[in-house]
């Protein structure tokens, strides 16, 4: 499975833009990019994936680089709900299932 | 959110003893999956089904089982439990197997094994 590596944590001031960084420099060509975040007791929640181009939707925008080695993921407006911990992982399916491997990730704070 | 209700929230058994966790998911999704969530391991996957009846093995099955018999419901049972198997264990669901198609979580079943 691809790696991601993502800084520890992060702080936003709300109302600002909150831009996640994530490197994934052995991703193979077929492999998804997804984010995922985790309010501290739930469940995680599914944020956004994509394959090559950028993608938006009403949560977010994932900003993918042209060599897929990296993305971003950007909360346009943070607000104090959006502190969680999320998550950068690399799809793998398969015949034996899919496993979504979640790494450390990033711990947001929204700041006042 | 994704119809997906996952019961008992909270449950502390004795070491030995059976316990049944229970995933019902309203969306008619064909897949479903049991993961545990452990600090410094992140998600596991135990089980997934992949239809009724059609379930298949996960990365961390031993001392599991599960059964499918309806499309709503995916039960996940420890057949004698142990303290190892104290955690969170999250169902997911998703309308395919395919590296688009996204999982959506339950809110997760606290287990605690004395």
């Known amino acids: 499975d691809a790696k991601t590596t993502q800084p520890p944590s992060m702080d936003c001031a709300e109302g600002r833009a909150a831009n996640l960084p994530c490197n994934h420099s052995t991703i193979s060509g077929n492999e998804y990019v997804y984010w995922y975040r985790q309010i501290h007791s739930q469940g995680p929640q599914y944020i956004i994936h994509?394959?090559?181009n950028n993608e938006t939707n009403e949560m977010a925008s994932l900003i993918i680089t042209e060599d897929r080695k990296s993305s971003t993921l950007i909360l346009p407006h943070a607000t104090l709900r959006d502190t969680a911990v999320y998550y950068c992982?690399?799809?793998?399916?398969?015949?034996?299932?899919?496993?979504?491997?979640f790494g450390e990730g990033t711990q947001l704070t929204v700041n006042p | 959110d994704a119809g997906i209700t996952q019961s008992p929230r909270h449950k502390v058994t004795e070491t030995g003893t059976p316990v049944t966790l229970r995933c019902h998911q309203t969306e008619n999704h064909r897949y479903m999956y049991w993961y545990r969530q452990d600090p410094g391991h992140g998600l596991r996957l135990i089980h997934y089904s992949y239809g009724v009846k059609d379930t298949d093995k996960g990365e961390v099955s031993d001392g599991y089982s599960v059964s499918r018999s309806k499309t709503e419901d995916f039960l996940l049972t420890l057949e004698s439990a142990t303290s190892s198997q104290t955690s969170v264990y999250f169902c997911?669901?998703?309308?395919?197997?395919?590296?688009?198609?996204?999982?959506?979580f339950g809110n997760g079943t606290r287990l605690t094994v004395t």
């Open positions: 992982i690399v799809r793998v399916a398969g015949t034996s299932g899919s496993r979504l491997t």
């Open positions: 997911a669901i998703s309308e395919s197997r395919e590296r688009n198609s996204p999982l959506h």
């Open positions: 994509g394959l090559k």
